[in-house]
């Protein structure tokens, strides 16, 4: 098992507790650009789901997952931040269960559905690009 913890579904009581906490409409701005955003939840919880962190992929900067994971370790101090690193493929394979993926948008190589724009395609994952978290909560 991770120590990012086992993958399980979340309860309905809990997902709406954490949308209505975590995923409203919101101004962002990337570049002196104002979007309005709304997070998308993962409605799958990794080990209790009590460390709440975002995910937000380089390519749809703005847009980000909130997702529930193991409150143990602190994965934020300095000797955690590389083993969340090496756990961010659990969390990858989670969010394109949940929402799809659009790997080779960027590379020339197109997917089956044609050109996607990665802002028109979310909340799906680009796998072949990296990512920034921080912690929610």
Excluded at 92 to 106: L, P, S, V
């Amino acid at each position: 098992m991770s120590t990012i913890g086992k993958a399980i579904q979340m309860s309905r009581n809990r997902v709406r507790y954490l949308r209505q906490r975590y995923c409203r409409r919101q101004a962002n701005y990337l570049w002196s650009q104002k979007r309005i955003i709304k997070p998308v939840l993962l409605p799958i919880q990794f080990g209790d789901g009590r460390q709440i962190i975002a995910v937000r992929q380089i390519t749809t900067r703005t847009h980000h997952y909130v997702i529930a994971i193991n409150s143990k370790p602190d994965w934020f101090t300095r000797e955690c931040k590389d083993t969340l690193h090496d756990q961010m493929d659990a969390i990858y394979a989670e969010i394109e269960e949940q929402f799809g993926d659009i790997t080779g948008w960027h590379t020339g190589d197109e997917p089956e559905r044609g050109k996607c724009d990665p802002f028109k395609e979310w909340p799906a994952i680009c796998l072949d690009i990296g990512c920034e978290w921080w912690r929610l909560n």
